[in-house]
């Protein structure tokens, strides 16, 4: 059974002050790791997807990386409006047509300002 | 128009009563789901759908039924409301890349 983790819950951050969150998880064979940003009461946006160990993507503030085990999102000099719930989740390579996302619970950051 | 549009936004609803959440997509994928959220839980995946005739049980399905009534629409149902059904809803359309394209959801409270 495919699990993701993700660590922290909950981080609280200083503006300007730049941290790392973790996604770690297990699963036969990945075909894609994503990362997406969900404001409270609305649906997950997506930020980013990574299909191999050593891939790194970035936008504006954040960078994500992708080993065999575990993705990290950085955030660089954070802001207030950085602060959000990320989501990680994955979507395995076996499974013939099935393309489902198992995703984590998240880690909730608030920047202060 | 939004991608993927949920109607309602918000519901408050009796124990006992059958409701209906409904999803729509603009973007003509096949691959259509349902999930519930809750805190401490996470995404859950209630129901999904590969197109019209392919309906699949997620992990939660007990207490929900769906209908794909075409390829753009996707309705999820709960036959009989229970509080523990109380939770924030989420459709989501996949396409080629894989990932999905959330709606902006339905807050449901069972009373």
């Known amino acids: 059974e495919d699990q993701v983790t993700q660590s922290p819950e909950a981080l609280r951050l200083q503006e300007g002050e730049s941290s790392s969150l973790n996604c770690s998880y297990t699963?036969?064979?990945?075909?894609?790791l994503f990362w997406y940003r969900q404001d409270p009461g609305k649906g997950p946006e997506f930020l980013f997807t990574?299909?191999?160990a050593g891939e790194e993507k970035e936008k504006e503030r954040l960078k994500a990386t992708l080993t065999k085990k575990e993705s990290f999102l950085h955030i660089t000099a954070p802001k207030p409006e950085d602060s959000a719930t990320y989501l990680c989740?994955?979507?395995?390579?076996?499974?013939?047509?099935?393309?489902?996302?198992?995703f984590g619970k998240g880690t909730l950051l608030t920047v202060n300002p | 128009d939004a991608d993927v549009t949920q109607t309602p936004r918000n519901r408050i609803t009796k124990t006992g009563k059958r409701i209906m959440l409904e999803c729509s997509q603009t973007?003509?994928?096949?691959?259509m789901y349902w999930y519930r959220q809750d805190p401490g839980l996470g995404l859950r995946l209630i129901y999904y759908?590969?197109?019209?005739?392919?309906?699949n049980k997620g992990e939660i399905s007990d207490g929900y039924s769906v209908s794909r009534q075409a390829q753009a629409k996707f309705s999820l149902s709960l036959e009989s409301a229970i509080p523990n059904q109380t939770a924030l809803y989420f459709c989501?359309?996949?396409?080629?890349?894989?990932?999905?394209?959330f709606g902006s959801g339905t807050r449901l409270t069972v009373v």
């Open positions: 989740a994955v979507q395995a390579r076996s499974g013939g047509s099935n393309y489902k996302l198992t």
């Open positions: 699963v036969s064979g990945l075909r894609g």
């Open positions: 990574l299909y191999s």
């Open positions: 973007k003509g994928h096949d691959r």
């Open positions: 759908s590969f197109d019209v005739k392919d309906i």
């Open positions: 989501a359309i996949q396409g080629t890349g894989y990932g999905y394209t």
